[in-house]
């Protein structure tokens, strides 16, 4: 059975029990190519995606509204703060570092979200279930020691820290514009639409020639993410002048 047949029959199975039993389920957190499967398929009961905070890329799934059950409940994910005990002497720790430490104390990347870095120090999205169990027990991220506090919402420079940028493309296709933010070739480009790595807003861009919708969030797997802020002018030659904000 292939993995998306199989991860379908979850999704569906998911939906089934919130329909038939009247209360929300919930699936792991999902990769922007399982959201945009679970997009276009059809359920039994309605369906969201959170991440624990605004323009989350790994998000789960809540099976279920307020108007299907008539009552609303806390969704259960957590925010965790990872800190050097000693930031002078600790390492230069990046995304891996705080993932591998994580994944090191036998916890899947299923029941984790994103992970952000800011400053040295990492804020780490997971399930309710396990956040006590990582504050617990994550003494120790590479060669540095650190400390966990839950937190209940990123500072707000992280909420907001987006660079403005202008680029230059001669065309509004979205391989043209995503080969103008990541400066790469045309061809490149569209080698990352044919590898089905760029989604719109968490649904996978098909087609490499479509326009970006103005207000639109690119990601990019493995090259980042920004917000399509639209164009601002076309210079003389014909190119567009595109405003994005780059997601840091």
């Known amino acids: 059975?292939?993995?998306?047949?199989?991860?379908?029959?979850?999704?569906?199975?998911?939906?089934?029990?919130?329909?038939?039993?009247?209360?929300?389920?919930?699936?792991d957190f999902l990769s922007l190519a399982e959201q945009d499967?679970?997009?276009?398929?059809?359920t039994e009961v309605s369906f969201s995606f959170y991440g624990g905070y605004e323009n989350s890329e790994r998000k789960i799934a809540i099976f279920g509204s307020e108007d299907d059950f008539g009552y609303s409940e806390e969704i259960p994910i957590a925010c965790i703060q990872i800190t050097p005990l000693s930031q002078k002497y600790a390492d230069a720790l990046s995304h891996r570092d705080f993932l591998g430490s994580v994944t090191g104390l036998g916890?899947?990347?299923d029941v984790t979200g994103d992970i952000i870095i800011h400053e040295n120090t990492a804020y780490i999205f997971c399930f309710e279930s396990i956040a006590d169990f990582i504050i617990e027990n994550l003494k120790k991220v590479k060669h540095t020691d650190v400390k966990?506090?839950?937190?209940?919402?990123?500072?707000e420079e992280i909420e907001s820290h987006k660079e403005d940028?202008?680029?230059?493309?001669?065309?509004?296709?979205?391989?043209a514009v995503v080969a103008a933010v990541?400066?790469?070739?045309?061809?490149?480009s569209e080698k990352?639409?044919?590898?089905?790595?760029?989604?719109?807003?968490?649904?996978?861009?098909?087609?490499?020639?479509?326009t970006l919708k103005e207000g639109s969030i690119v990601s990019v797997r493995g090259h980042g993410r920004f917000l399509y802020c639209g164009i601002s002018k076309?210079?003389?030659?014909?190119?567009?002048?595109?405003?994005?904000?780059?997601?840091?």
Do not use: W
């Open 192 to 210: 990352l639409f044919s590898q089905k790595l760029v989604f719109s807003d968490s649904k996978l861009i098909e087609k490499h020639d479509m």
């Open 37 to 42: 499967i679970l997009s276009r398929t059809k």
């Open 148 to 155: 966990c506090n839950r937190v209940y919402s990123l500072p």
């Open 165 to 175: 940028m202008t680029v230059f493309s001669s065309s509004e296709r979205a391989d």
């Open 182 to 188: 990541l400066n790469i070739s045309r061809n490149e």
């Open 1 to 27: 059975m292939d993995s998306e047949k199989i991860f379908k029959d979850h999704m569906a199975d998911l939906s089934s029990r919130a329909s038939r039993g009247g209360y929300y389920t919930y699936s």
């Open 107 to 109: 916890i899947k990347r």
């Open 234 to 248: 076309t210079t003389k030659k014909g190119r567009f002048c595109i405003k994005i904000q780059m997601y840091k």
